[in-house]
């Protein structure tokens, strides 16, 4: 079991706006800045999101991300058929280990 | 182009060792931090432990300490995880991956090697 809890599922139609929680602690969350990471089906992780909010070179703006205390979501706005994958939230923990969500399975129905 | 090229996938038996490679190009392979990331079959991401190349020091998640070693040769640019006694339970996908920021360690891993797969399996 994870220590960062994702749900393990979410779905959405497309140009819908759906949004994937990650729920830490204090000593990961709470005191650290969270990443987000795509897993499209066959293929490596791809950076999404990092230090809570910030996109990389190339993803596009419909995905965000927010932090609050020690939870943090991921936002994709016009959900797009190319968007069905798996999610992933990370943060590192005061022990310094790297800490992965169990991910959520994301359907574009 | 910075890129991560992972060694090719491995079919072993229980009790056998194995090294699996990771090999850094484009960039400054000693001044970024890279991770390894276990993917057992249909399962989520799993943080195994983190290495930085340009002096080898070296940090295991506690899941993983004494169950494998991670080291480097900076001289190829190359980092590798090693098992001295596979078990079936290793049998997953495994990846490399790079810390965005040089010498920063906590980042966030920006480029990700395309995985090996290893089986194992009597």
């Known amino acids: 079991q994870s220590v960062l809890t994702q749900p393990p599922s979410a779905s959405g139609t497309p140009g819908q706006r759906v949004t994937i929680s990650c729920s830490g602690s204090s000593s990961n969350i709470g005191s650290n800045t969270v990443n987000w990471y795509q897993q499209l089906p066959g293929t490596a992780p791809k950076l999404l999101i990092y230090?809570?909010?910030q996109r990389p070179s190339g993803v596009p703006d419909r995905f965000s991300g927010s932090k609050s205390g020690t939870s943090a979501s991921l936002a994709i706005s016009g959900l797009q058929s190319e968007d069905e994958a798996d999610y992933y939230c990370a943060a590192w923990d005061d022990s310094l280990n790297g800490l992965f969500g169990g991910g959520t399975k994301l359907t574009v129905l | 182009e910075v890129q991560l090229v992972q060694s090719g996938a491995e079919v072993k038996k229980p009790g056998e060792s194995l090294k699996i490679s990771c090999k850094g190009s484009?960039?400054?392979?000693?001044?970024?931090?890279i991770g390894w990331v276990r993917q057992m079959p249909g399962k989520g991401l799993e943080w195994m432990g983190i290495?930085?190349?340009?002096?080898?020091?070296?940090r295991y998640s506690p899941s993983f300490q004494g169950q494998v070693t991670i080291s480097a040769d900076k001289s190829i640019s190359t980092a590798y995880l090693q098992w001295s006694s596979l078990k079936a339970s290793d049998t997953a996908m495994y990846y490399c991956?790079?810390?965005?920021?040089?010498?920063?360690?906590?980042?966030?891993?920006?480029?990700w090697g395309q995985g090996t797969m290893v089986t194992v399996s009597s």
């Open positions: 290495i930085y190349p340009g002096d080898s020091d070296t």
């Open positions: 484009g960039y400054s392979f000693t001044s970024y931090w």
């Open positions: 230090s809570n909010n």
């Open positions: 991956a790079r810390s965005a920021t040089a010498m920063v360690y906590g980042d966030a891993f920006d480029i």
